[in-house]
C-alpha cells in the first residue's frame, strides 16, 4: 500500500521528498540557491492490510441489501516531523506512526408494492467511518512518541481520530469590556500553587494533574488548546429515496444526509470580523454585537482591527470552538417525474415509445447554518475505506454549493 497523494503534494516536495531541494534566487542580480526542503532517502510507502467482510441478502423478494464491515490499519506512516529550527529547517518526511480506519456500510431496499400497473421502491444507504492513531511519531528529543501533533484545527494523538478538534474553547463575552473570552485551564497542585496550561496534551505527558480548575481570559495567546470532544466525522452518512410508477407515471426522489459531526466555518469567521466598515462583508449577526457595558450577547464588540488575531485587541473571530458548526444536513438531491405514453396511442403514431419528463437537482438544503454546505466541505474518497474518507470539514471561500438546476425532455423511439 502506498499513499501517493503526499508524497506528489507540492506543498511536502513534489515528486523528490527523498532529496535536498533548493530553489534559485536572485541575490545582487547573481544566481543564488536557497535551501527549501529537507529530504529523506530512507522514505518507504506506507504499508496497510485491510479487511473486509459483509453479507448479502434478499428476504422474500420484499426486502433485500447488503451490510458490509471493513477494518484497515496503516502503518509506516508519511509525517512531516517537526525539528529544531536550529538545524536549518523546521520538518521532513518520515515513515511513522499507525492508523486505524474501520467502518460499517449498508444498502437496503424495500420494495413495499410491486402490482403490474403500480410498483413502489424505498431504498436507503449509509455509512459509519471511524479512524484512531493507534501509534505517533517518536520525538527525537525525547525518544518517546510525541503526545500530539497539531494539523490546523484538528490534534493528532494516539487513541484520537485524526479529525478531533484540538483548539481553543469560547467563553462569550465580557460584559463590561465586549472581549471575547476563552477558557484556561490551571493545574491546582497538593498545595495550592496554581499552573497554567496552554496546551493541554503536551502538559499531561510531562505534569501529573491533580485538579483542573477553568477561568475565563480575554487573551487568546494564553487559553488552552485541548481537545473539545468534537469530530469532523459525521456518526452516519448516506442518502435514501423512493421510486413510484404508476400506470405510465414515474415518480422518483433522491435525498442525501449527514447527521452529526462538526465543521469549522471559516466563512461565517471571516464575516465575523471586526475591522472597519466596507473593509470586508459583514454577516447580519453582527447586528447582535456588544455595544455599552452590560450588553449580554455572544458577539464581541468591534474594534476597527480586521482579522482576530494579535493585532486585533479583542480577538473577535480568533480560531475557537466559536465557529465549530454541525454538520448535519438533509439535501434533496435529485426529482424527477415523467410520463409514458401508453403502446396503443404510440404505436398510431407509428412510435415504439414517446415520455416526457421533468428533472430537478438540489432543490432544497436544509443545514444547521444557511449557506453552509458541509457536504461541500468534505472531501469524499472513492473508496469508504481510504485514509482520507472527511479529510476537511472546514468551509472557505474556494468551494461552491452544488448548483440547483431544472430541465426536462421529450424521448421519441421509432
Same mark, same amino acid.
Do not use: C
Given at each position: 500500500?502506498?499513499?501517493?497523494?503526499?508524497?506528489?503534494?507540492?506543498?511536502?516536495?513534489?515528486?523528490?521528498?527523498?532529496?535536498?531541494?533548493?530553489?534559485?534566487?536572485?541575490?545582487?542580480?547573481?544566481?543564488?540557491?536557497?535551501?527549501?526542503?529537507?529530504?529523506?532517502?530512507?522514505?518507504?510507502?506506507?504499508?496497510?492490510?485491510?479487511?473486509?467482510?459483509?453479507?448479502?441478502?434478499?428476504?422474500?423478494?420484499?426486502?433485500?441489501?447488503?451490510?458490509?464491515?471493513?477494518?484497515?490499519?496503516?502503518?509506516?506512516?508519511?509525517?512531516?516531523?517537526?525539528?529544531?529550527? #536550529?538545524?536549518?529547517?523546521?520538518?521532513?518526511?518520515?515513515?511513522?506512526?499507525?492508523?486505524?480506519?474501520?467502518?460499517? $456500510?449498508?444498502?437496503?431496499?424495500?420494495?413495499?408494492?410491486?402490482?403490474?400497473?403500480?410498483?413502489?421502491d424505498f431504498r436507503v444507504n449509509g455509512g459509519y467511518y471511524k479512524n484512531e492513531?493507534?501509534?505517533?511519531?517518536?520525538?527525537?528529543?525525547?525518544?518517546?512518541? +510525541?503526545?500530539?501533533?497539531?494539523?490546523?484545527?484538528?490534534?493528532?494523538? +494516539?487513541?484520537?481520530?485524526?479529525?478531533?478538534?484540538?483548539?481553543? $474553547?469560547?467563553?462569550?463575552?465580557?460584559?463590561?469590556?465586549?472581549?471575547?473570552?476563552?477558557?484556561?485551564?490551571?493545574?491546582? +497542585?497538593?498545595?495550592?500553587?496554581?499552573?497554567?496550561?496552554?496546551?493541554?496534551?503536551?502538559?499531561?505527558?510531562?505534569?501529573?494533574?491533580?485538579?483542573?480548575?477553568?477561568?475565563?481570559?480575554?487573551?487568546?495567546?494564553?487559553?488552552?488548546?485541548?481537545?473539545?470532544?468534537?469530530?469532523?466525522?459525521?456518526?452516519?452518512?448516506?442518502?435514501?429515496?423512493?421510486?413510484?410508477?404508476?400506470?405510465?407515471?414515474?415518480?422518483?426522489?433522491?435525498?442525501?444526509?449527514?447527521?452529526?459531526?462538526?465543521?469549522?466555518?471559516?466563512?461565517?469567521?471571516?464575516?465575523?470580523?471586526?475591522?472597519?466598515?466596507?473593509?470586508?462583508?459583514?454577516?447580519?449577526?453582527?447586528?447582535?454585537?456588544?455595544?455599552?457595558?452590560?450588553?449580554?450577547?455572544?458577539?464581541?464588540?468591534?474594534?476597527?482591527?480586521?482579522g482576530g488575531g494579535a493585532d486585533d485587541t479583542n480577538y473577535a473571530n480568533a480560531s475557537s470552538t466559536r465557529f465549530?458548526?454541525?454538520?448535519?444536513?438533509?439535501?434533496?438531491?435529485?426529482?424527477?417525474?415523467?410520463?409514458?405514453?401508453?403502446?396503443?396511442?404510440?404505436?398510431?403514431?407509428?412510435?415504439?415509445?414517446?415520455?416526457?419528463?421533468?428533472?430537478?437537482?438540489?432543490?432544497?438544503?436544509?443545514?444547521?447554518?444557511?449557506?453552509?454546505?458541509?457536504?461541500?466541505?468534505?472531501?469524499?474518497?472513492?473508496?469508504?475505506?481510504?485514509?482520507?474518507?472527511?479529510?476537511?470539514?472546514?468551509?472557505?471561500?474556494?468551494?461552491?454549493?452544488?448548483? #440547483?438546476?431544472?430541465?426536462?425532455?421529450?424521448?421519441?423511439?421509432?
Open positions: 500500500m502506498g499513499n501517493q497523494d503526499f508524497i506528489t503534494s507540492p506543498v511536502v516536495a513534489g515528486y523528490y521528498p527523498y532529496e535536498n531541494l533548493y530553489t534559485i534566487d536572485n541575490l545582487n542580480d547573481e544566481y543564488a540557491f536557497s535551501f527549501k526542503f529537507k529530504g529523506n532517502p530512507n522514505l518507504t510507502w506506507e504499508g496497510g492490510s485491510t479487511i473486509n467482510t459483509g453479507i448479502e441478502f434478499n428476504i422474500a423478494d420484499v426486502l433485500e441489501g447488503e451490510v458490509e464491515y471493513f477494518y484497515k490499519k496503516t502503518t509506516d506512516m508519511l509525517f512531516m516531523k517537526q525539528v529544531a529550527p #536550529s538545524l536549518g529547517y523546521a520538518s521532513y518526511s518520515v515513515n511513522d506512526g499507525a492508523l486505524v480506519n474501520k467502518g460499517v $456500510e449498508f444498502s437496503l431496499t424495500a420494495h413495499l408494492l410491486n402490482k403490474n400497473d403500480y410498483k413502489f492513531m493507534t501509534q505517533m511519531p517518536i520525538d527525537e528529543t525525547t525518544g518517546k512518541e +510525541k503526545p500530539i501533533e497539531i494539523s490546523t484545527y484538528y490534534g493528532w494523538a +494516539k487513541g484520537h481520530s485524526l479529525y478531533d478538534f484540538y483548539i481553543r $474553547e469560547y467563553a462569550g463575552v465580557d460584559p463590561e469590556t465586549g472581549f471575547a473570552l476563552y477558557n484556561q485551564y490551571y493545574n491546582v +497542585k497538593p498545595n495550592g500553587d496554581k499552573e497554567l496550561i496552554t496546551d493541554m496534551e503536551t502538559y499531561k505527558s510531562k505534569n501529573e494533574i491533580s485538579k483542573l480548575e477553568v477561568e475565563q481570559t480575554s487573551d487568546w495567546d494564553q487559553a488552552t488548546k485541548k481537545f473539545v470532544n468534537k469530530s469532523g466525522i459525521p456518526v452516519l452518512q448516506g442518502g435514501f429515496g423512493f421510486d413510484l410508477y404508476a400506470k405510465g407515471i414515474t415518480f422518483n426522489a433522491t435525498f442525501s444526509y449527514g447527521i452529526g459531526g462538526y465543521g469549522y466555518d471559516y466563512n461565517y469567521a471571516a464575516m465575523m470580523h471586526s475591522g472597519t466598515a466596507g473593509s470586508y462583508n459583514w454577516h447580519k449577526d453582527i447586528e447582535n454585537r456588544w455595544q455599552k457595558p452590560g450588553d449580554i450577547t455572544n458577539v464581541p464588540s468591534l474594534s476597527n482591527d480586521f465549530l458548526t454541525s454538520r448535519s444536513f438533509l439535501n434533496l438531491a435529485n426529482v424527477r417525474i415523467g410520463y409514458s405514453l401508453p403502446k396503443n396511442i404510440v404505436s398510431k403514431l407509428h412510435l415504439s415509445e414517446l415520455s416526457f419528463f421533468v428533472s430537478g437537482d438540489n432543490l432544497l438544503y436544509l443545514s444547521a447554518r444557511k449557506g453552509y454546505i458541509s457536504m461541500a466541505s468534505s472531501g469524499n474518497s472513492a473508496n469508504a475505506n481510504d485514509d482520507n474518507k472527511n479529510d476537511s470539514s472546514e468551509s472557505g471561500r474556494s468551494q461552491y454549493a452544488p448548483l #440547483s438546476t431544472i430541465m426536462g425532455g421529450i424521448k421519441i423511439q421509432f
